[in-house]
């Protein structure tokens, strides 16, 4: 589930904070262009990579609250796989690349956090 801005800064969850909303965004030219409104959209918070995926599966018509409780319902680390990966436009790969690219740009920044014993890699925008 997407971590709030305070929890980002202070790298430890709020198990009573509500989980944060998420909003879609529309298509875009390139991956990263895609990976960058849908962070831009939702810059108060930072998401796992698979939630990226699933956010950017969306458009801006579908509603929010929706894709805030899908988005609730994946698992940190696994990507509803097949279904998702084929009918996704941005397919893992092409994730992979272009939040590594991002990152080394210094326009998204990762940060892996601990919950439970397990650690999580987040992403965001690049604060200035």
């Known amino acids: 589930m997407p971590v ?36 831009g959209e939702n810059a108060d918070k930072a998401y796992t990579r698979a939630e990226i995926h699933r956010g950017v599966d ?7 609250d929706t894709i805030h409780e899908q988005l609730s319902l994946l698992p940190n680390r696994i990507l509803d796989a097949a279904g998702d990966v084929a009918a996704s436009d941005l397919v893992s790969d092409n994730l992979d690349e272009a939040l590594a690219e991002l990152v080394e740009e210094d326009t998204v ?7 439970d014993g397990e650690t999580t890699t987040y992403y965001r925008l690049t604060q200035t």
């Open 58 to 64: 969306f458009g801006e018509t579908d509603d929010p």
């Open 4 to 39: 709030t801005e305070r929890e980002w800064n202070e790298e430890q969850f709020d198990t009573d904070e509500d989980t944060p909303g998420t909003d879609p965004v529309g298509e875009y030219e390139t991956d990263k262009d895609l990976i960058i409104a849908f962070l």
């Open 109 to 115: 920044t990762r940060k892996e956090l601990e919950r």
